[in-house]
């Protein structure tokens, strides 16, 4: 063995350069064209191709989908790979999920989700589309780690999944975080976008809004700053916990809490705002109770002439009833090589268009594999047509034949076939040949060719392709869409405390002990005083 000598500096670079870029593109960062990392593409593609756990199948034990993409795709840890998949069946955590889980997959709560062993899943119809048009050629494959099987670079989604369910992670020397955001508001972005490619910044900030997060909280960020954020990648989005009042009778009022910031405990909310009422930092609150089923309910009982304002201010100074999510839009963008993506900070504009320009790629591959497809099939039905009137010959040289290849060789010298088309008429069987229709084949022949005149015509036209992407986002927001669950609030006040607000008033006596120091004791806990 020979033994090579290089300086230490030079070759701890080289080797920390190739752990960080492994890390930025086979782990941390999502993709920008389908929005995953590598361990949920995996899972996707395993659950999709493998299992077949589509929505009209029934579910399997979540411990066969991390043994398949584990032994098939994913060389990593058991832990981490059910981590992602359990995220993406949260209905808290995706703003869509994308995984159909049944049993405890977690809660709101911060409740961990049951073991692999005791959960099962499937995967949700929306999450077909970001599967898109596998199988058709459509994006670049690559071998899996051992040589064995090949696994996408990227999937076909039809979906803007980045944007859609956000993202986050971190790298070395790098960070995601992306915020969800609704598909209706999305798809009338992409669809402006798509038809002028000049739009305005502000019409895509019109038609996008702002974030939308699955817990449906108050966004409190003027229009500056939201275009600041989306034209820079980078900035803050306040959140805010929504609440009401309601009156319960006999001048009793209740502060019922409707929402909670994205990525809050809500068990660990109602423990501080307990707290606080105990503590008796709060006097405005006398008691406090969850009753949140599949909505939030938290249930602050307001004490006899409180401000119910006052005591949200407290909440939202104090607690994470009011926190911030950071924004950094960095993804993996597409490069000249196929199976490596570059990271980069993005705009909303830069997201929306490489999107676009995805959907330009998939949808003409997808429509040059169909027209393969079409054309193969109409050489076939050319040569069936033409042997369609000597049918009994043709089943005679098959019986005369030394076997199938003899058979091909025979039909295409007699009658001057290609060898795909003598060997799909070998492979007919008997009855087939004898029943088949000459009106019922040159009626599949002219529909055939009409498609791939169709296709032709649509491949030459880029305003023809336009048109089919838009169809296809107008579908999809058809289908999937819904209202979104966040109010954007663009302005608002900022909470100012008055400390003699939250003062007990109580009669206490001061005491100043032999070694200094100053004490505090109500006079309603001395026994002597209260005699």
Not at 89 to 106: E, H, I, K, M, T
Not at 440 to 464: G, M, T, Y
Request: glycine share 6%; net charge negative.
């Amino acid at each position: 063995m020979s033994v090579v000598d290089v300086p230490l500096l030079e070759e701890s670079k080289n080797r920390y350069l190739t752990y960080a870029l492994s890390v930025v593109s086979g782990r941390a960062l999502p993709d920008v064209r389908d929005g995953l990392k590598p361990v949920q593409r995996r899972i996707l593609y395993a659950m999709y191709n493998n299992l077949r756990l589509t929505p009209d199948k029934a579910h399997r034990k979540s411990a066969a989908v991390v043994g398949e993409v584990l032994a098939r795709y994913h060389p990593h840890g058991d832990s981490a790979c059910y981590e992602a998949m359990v995220r993406m069946a949260q209905d808290f955590s995706l703003r869509y999920p994308l995984v159909d889980g049944q049993g405890n997959f977690g809660s709101l709560d911060g409740d961990a989700a049951a073991a692999y062993r005791y959960t099962e899943a499937r995967l949700t119809p929306l999450a077909l589309e970001v599967l898109g048009d596998l199988g058709s050629e459509t994006v670049e494959e690559r071998d899996n780690f051992d040589q064995t099987v090949r696994e996408p670079v990227v999937l076909p989604s039809r979906v803007p999944n980045l944007l859609m369910n956000g993202a986050a992670g971190i790298a070395v020397g790098l960070a995601t975080s992306i915020p969800p955001h609704n598909l209706r508001d999305l798809i009338k972005a992409l669809t402006l976008l798509l038809d002028e490619p000049e739009v305005s910044d502000a019409k895509l900030l019109g038609a996008v809004k702002g974030p939308d997060f699955p817990t449906g909280c108050l966004i409190l960020n003027s229009k500056s700053e939201l275009k600041e954020i989306y034209t820079t990648g980078r900035g803050a989005i306040r959140m805010r916990g929504g609440y009401k009042v309601e009156h319960q009778g006999r001048a009793k009022y209740l502060l019922v809490v409707t929402s909670v910031p994205y990525g809050v405990d809500k068990s660990a909310l109602v423990e501080k705002i307990a707290d606080f009422i105990l503590g008796k930092k709060l006097p405005q609150l006398v008691d406090v109770r969850d009753e949140s089923t599949t909505d939030v309910r938290i249930v602050l009982e307001l004490a006899s002439g409180a401000d119910a304002e006052e005591a949200m201010a407290y909440l939202y100074k104090n607690t994470t009833l009011e926190s911030t999510f950071n924004v950094n839009l960095t993804a993996l963008i597409p490069t000249d090589n196929p199976h490596t993506g570059r990271p980069e900070r993005l705009s909303l504009r830069q997201m929306l268009q490489e999107f676009i320009d995805f959907r330009f790629i998939v949808t003409r591959r997808k429509l040059e594999f169909e027209r393969k497809k079409l054309e193969e099939r109409i050489h076939l039905l050319e040569g069936l047509i033409s042997i369609i009137d000597a049918i009994p010959e043709v089943i005679r040289i098959v019986r005369k034949s030394d076997g199938r290849q003899n058979a091909a060789a025979m039909l295409q010298k007699r009658f001057s076939l290609s060898e795909a088309q003598a060997y799909f008429i070998v492979d007919l069987r008997i009855y087939q040949l004898s029943r088949t229709s000459i009106d019922e084949l040159e009626a599949e022949l002219k529909e055939k060719s009409a498609r791939v005149a169709e296709i032709n015509k649509i491949l030459k036209s880029k305003a023809a392709m336009t048109n089919v992407i838009a169809e296809d986002f107008k579908r999809v927001a058809d289908t999937y869409g819904d209202d979104r669950r966040c109010e954007i609030v663009h302005q608002f006040e900022e909470i100012e405390l008055d400390t003699d607000a939250y003062v007990q008033h109580e009669d206490v006596f001061a005491v100043v002990t032999k070694d200094g120091w100053l004490k505090r004791i109500s006079r309603t806990s001395d026994p002597v005083s209260t005699r």
